[in-house]
């Protein structure tokens, strides 16, 4: 995996302070010490470790909105209000879910966006090529691509361009644990091994 230095989207990660996600993930570091978690817009330190390790697609659809968009918390409380999360009996959080988080951007930020149940990696070339952002379902370990996969699915990232040999995507992963796997270019054959065939596609804000 190299770092990937031609995006013009801004990288982002779902836990507040990016040289912490290795050692939070990992469970070595508690996610309520996070010293930066006011800056995920949270309203209190338990509010912001109970929802980090969920926003995955919060933090894609953050990305995506660009330079502009609102804090992560602010996109997870409008995506709440549209049924993208939501929270069952048992406290148990879900989501993010592609329709309802579709209408979301759609009716709250003028952006544009369809749900993709089945996806081909070359259907993302395509999307990418007709000038579209793709947030795909992928295992979280695509974080350590020199090791096998474990599976596919459970996580999401943002795609933004092929690369420049067209072999490659170029994407935001929002638990990246260093610079080179938060904004990174994959081998499509490598990046299929942890990719779930499903995802959502959006145009880009002007």
Request: hydrophobic share 35%.
């Amino acid at each position: 995996m190299t770092p990937c230095t031609s995006c013009a989207y801004p990288g982002h990660t779902q836990f507040a302070s990016p040289d912490l996600v290795g050692a939070i993930v990992s469970g070595r570091f508690d996610r309520a010490q996070d010293p930066a978690w006011r800056e995920s817009g949270a309203t209190t330190v338990e509010d912001y470790a109970r929802w980090c390790g969920h926003l995955c697609g919060a933090t894609c659809l953050r990305m995506a909105l660009g330079p502009a968009a609102p804090s992560l918390f602010d996109l997870r409380d409008g995506a709440l209000k549209f049924g993208a999360y939501t929270v069952d009996a048992g406290g148990e959080i879900h989501g993010m879910i592609y329709a309802p988080a579709a209408a979301y951007l759609q009716a709250v930020h003028g952006v544009e966006a369809r749900v993709h149940r089945e996806l081909t990696p070359d259907g993302i070339g395509e999307l990418l090529d007709a000038g579209r952002l793709v947030i795909a379902s992928v295992h979280y370990a695509i974080r350590r691509p020199h090791e096998p996969s474990p599976g596919r699915g459970g996580h999401l990232v943002l795609i933004t361009a092929r690369t420049p040999d067209g072999t490659g995507f170029h994407f935001h992963n929002p638990s990246g644990t260093d610079r080179a796997t938060r904004t990174a270019d994959l081998p499509v054959e490598r990046f299929e091994e942890y990719f779930a065939g499903r995802g959502m596609s959006l145009n880009p804000r002007a």
